[in-house]
């Protein structure tokens, strides 16, 4: 379970370096002002632009699913310590009860046997 989770948080710190690096590579793309106060990208910016914005996008939507997981993997421990806490170990001890309970009631038909 632990490897799991190691897994998940490695791909989720990766997905979170690569929509970093890839906003940052978007704020670098400079618009070009034509002097009429109006600015304008050239095709190749646009270009680039759009693309960004597509990686962004599904960065984004791979990350959501990694999270997802994640909080699977969570909840699903916890429904198995919830069990062993519930169910387990109370018949765990029950168990030792008995036992303990038996082998003294062996022991004093002994003693009393003799």
């Known amino acids: 379970m632990r490897a799991a989770e190691d897994k998940y948080r490695a791909r989720e710190k990766a997905l979170q370096a690569q929509l970093r690096d890839t906003q940052e590579k978007l704020a670098t793309i400079k618009p070009a ?31 959501r699913q990694v999270q997802l997981k994640l909080g699977e993997s969570i909840a699903a421990l916890k429904n198995r310590l919830v069990v062993l806490d519930v169910g387990v170990v109370p018949a765990a001890v029950a168990g030792l009860a008995f036992l303990l309970g038996w082998l003294r009631a062996q022991r004093r038909q002994r003693r009393a046997a003799q």
């Open 33 to 63: 002002d034509d002097g009429s106060g109006t600015v304008q990208l050239t095709p190749e910016q646009a270009k680039s632009v759009e693309q960004f914005q597509a990686q962004i996008i599904s960065t984004r939507a791979e990350l």
